[in-house]
């Protein structure tokens, strides 16, 4: 998977937000691992941009590494600086699972309650709507489906 190749504006604006960022994963002298390489795939899914500590002290086999991963994880190289390397890969996009049955959520509304005395702040009430309610016109809270009747219940009246 070759790596992303990035204009210089692009590479500039990555390189501002990895400023505050912590390093995630932690390479150790033993250098690239297949267990290295996974869990940096895995940050890179699921941050986009990370940074990588090298233990090492050669700056040759740093920038090896840093190449190398930026072109087997098919990542954008952003910035080596001393043992840190920066890298990044657009998140892919989560795929959402589509309920069919599920109902819709409870909902917060503001309601105000005029006074009958005149010059007064109204009273600001919070009333939490579930899936299966409605909000009357006076402010009160109802079913919105009647509770269905039994049959047995109904040929007794």
């Given at each position: 998977?070759?790596?992303?190749?990035?204009?210089?504006?692009?590479?500039?604006?990555?390189?501002?937000?990895?400023?505050?960022?912590?390093?995630?994963?932690?390479?150790?002298?033993?250098?690239?691992?297949?267990?290295?390489?996974?869990?940096?795939?895995?940050?890179?899914?699921?941050?986009?941009?990370?940074?990588?500590?090298?233990?090492?002290?050669?700056?040759?086999?740093?920038?090896?590494?840093?190449?190398?991963?930026?072109?087997?994880?098919?990542a954008?190289?952003?910035?080596?600086?001393?043992?840190?390397?920066?890298?990044?890969?657009?998140?892919?996009?989560?795929?959402?699972?589509?309920?069919?049955?599920?109902?819709?959520?409870?909902?917060?509304?503001?309601?105000?309650?005029?006074?009958?005395?005149?010059?007064?702040?109204?009273?600001?009430k919070?009333?939490?709507?579930?899936?299966?309610?409605?909000?009357?016109?006076?402010?009160?809270?109802?079913?919105?489906?009647?509770?269905?009747?039994?049959?047995?219940?109904?040929?007794?009246?």
């Open positions: 998977m070759p790596q992303i190749q990035l204009t210089i504006a692009e590479r500039k604006a990555h390189r501002a937000e990895a400023h505050h960022l912590d390093p995630v994963v932690m390479i150790g002298n033993d250098g690239l691992t297949p267990g290295v390489k996974k869990e940096i795939d895995a940050a890179l899914k699921a941050h986009g941009l990370i940074k990588v500590r090298v233990q090492g002290d050669d700056r040759a086999a740093r920038e090896e590494m840093y190449l190398a991963l930026a072109d087997e994880l098919g954008a190289p952003i910035q080596h600086i001393g043992k840190l390397l920066v890298l990044w890969r657009p998140k892919p996009p989560k795929a959402k699972a589509e309920d069919e049955e599920r109902m819709p959520g409870p909902r917060d509304f503001k309601v105000l309650k005029y006074s009958k005395r005149g010059g007064q702040r109204p009273e600001v919070t009333l939490r709507v579930l899936g299966n309610q409605r909000l009357t016109p006076g402010g009160q809270v109802k079913r919105a489906k009647p509770k269905q009747k039994s049959v047995k219940k109904g040929r007794m009246t």
